[in-house]
Structures are given as structure tokens and as C-alpha cells.
């Protein structure tokens, strides 16, 4: 399968400061890749579609300006959450579509004090 | 966002059992993916299945893509201990790049 490197791992953070998430593809390029967020116990919510070079796509009822998308390269997208709150707390995770397959990163765990 | 039907939500099964889960939605897929989630991990690809009707073994594990193209079942079969975690599913409509919509998820609990 294909590899999809997510980092930090884990990170916690005082609330108002701005957190941001890498998700690299390692041994394939990806024109697209998702993020997702997970509540304890919960399924995967898809958040945003990540599109190299151009603007990311957000689903209904998330807030573009909070979190940040960036996909620069066909192999980094980022997650910048802005001036993050106690309620922005969970655990993301990236993932990139390799021939008709979606490959996850490990995930992010977020704890904004 | 929307959601698959997945059951059951939680199963206790002894060491040596098989195991069997499904998933069904009110849309059509043209590709299901089944997938396990260890705790504090990202999920990780178990099968991915793209023709109704199609039968697919990886090992102990074999999933079906339900020939009506609205369900899917797995079955993993002589359980073990490692088999704990939580098992997804999630189907994609048409075109490649189009959006995942995920199972709410099955925790499987070996016991020995």
C-alpha cells in the first residue's frame, strides 16, 4: 500500500494559538487529499477536500477561516487550526487517494488547554 | 455529513470465532473499502472491493460487494487477539475522486 506521513503525532496547545498539521504522500504524488476529524468513539467526518493548487473544498459547517488548508506540492498538504479553542480538541487525520484507494495518515491528536 | 449504516456497533467474541459485520446505505457505490482503526492511529486499508458482487479475501479476512450495490459485508474468520480494534466501512459513489462517506464502525473485543 502507499504511504501517507502525518505529523505532529500529537500536540497540545494553549487556547488562542494556531496549530498547524502535515500530511505528506511518500512514494506517490497526490493531486487531492482529505482531512478528516474524529470525536472519541466516533466515526472519520470529512472536513475538507485539499486541491494542489487551488482552493480547498470545506464541507457544510466548517469554518474556512478556522481551519486552514494549504496544498502547495503534490506531495504536502497542511491544516492550520486557527486561535484554537477547548472545543477544536480532537484527532485529525489526512489522507491521500492513490489508483482508486484512499491511504491515511496516522492521525494528529489535538489538546487545546 | 452523511453516514453508513454499520452493524453490529460493538461484539464480544471469543478467540478462535468468526467474526461478521456489514454495512448498507440508501445510495449506490461504486467502490467499498473496508478498513481497521487502532486507537490513536490513522485507519489502515484491510480490502477495497469495486465490482457488485465481487468477493475478495486478504488472509482470514473476505468482503463482499452486495450485488444491489447498496451494502457490504465482511467476515474475518479464526479471530485472534490482534483482530481487536474498530472496523469501518466506507463507499465512494462515482469517479475516482470523489468523497469517501464512512461506516459509523464496528468494535470488535477478542477475548482469549
Known amino acids: 500500500g502507499a504511504v501517507v506521513s502525518q505529523h505532529p503525532s500529537r500536540v497540545i496547545c494553549k487556547s488562542g494559538t494556531s496549530v498547524k498539521i502535515e500530511c505528506r504522500s511518500l512514494d506517490f504524488q497526490a493531486t487531492t487529499m482529505f482531512w478528516y476529524r474524529q470525536f472519541p468513539k466516533q466515526s472519520l467526518m470529512l472536513m475538507a477536500t485539499s486541491n494542489e493548487g487551488s482552493k480547498a473544498t470545506y464541507e457544510q459547517g466548517v469554518e474556512k477561516d478556522k481551519f486552514l488548508i494549504n496544498h502547495a506540492s503534490l506531495t504536502l498538504s497542511t491544516l492550520t487550526v486557527t486561535s484554537a479553542h477547548p472545543e477544536d480538541s480532537s484527532f485529525y487525520i489526512c489522507?491521500?487517494?492513490?489508483?482508486?484507494?484512499?491511504?491515511f495518515g496516522s492521525g494528529t491528536q489535538l489538546s487545546v488547554l | 455529513g452523511q453516514q453508513l449504516n454499520q452493524s453490529p456497533q460493538s461484539m464480544f467474541i471469543q478467540e478462535g470465532e468468526d467474526v461478521s459485520m456489514n454495512c448498507t446505505s440508501s445510495?449506490?457505490?461504486?467502490?467499498w473499502l473496508w478498513y481497521k482503526q487502532d486507537p490513536g492511529e490513522g485507519p489502515v486499508l484491510l480490502i477495497a472491493l469495486y465490482k457488485a458482487g465481487e468477493l475478495t479475501s486478504n488472509g482470514r479476512l473476505t468482503a463482499q460487494f452486495g450485488i444491489t450495490r447498496k451494502d457490504s459485508f465482511l467476515n474475518i474468520s479464526a479471530s485472534i487477539p490482534s483482530d481487536v480494534g474498530i472496523y469501518f466501512c466506507a463507499g465512494r459513489g462515482a469517479g475516482t475522486a470523489s468523497k469517501l462517506t464512512f461506516g459509523t464502525g464496528t468494535r470488535l473485543q477478542v477475548t482469549l
Open positions: 445510495s449506490i457505490f461504486n467502490t
Open positions: 489522507s491521500a487517494g492513490k489508483q482508486g484507494e484512499l491511504f
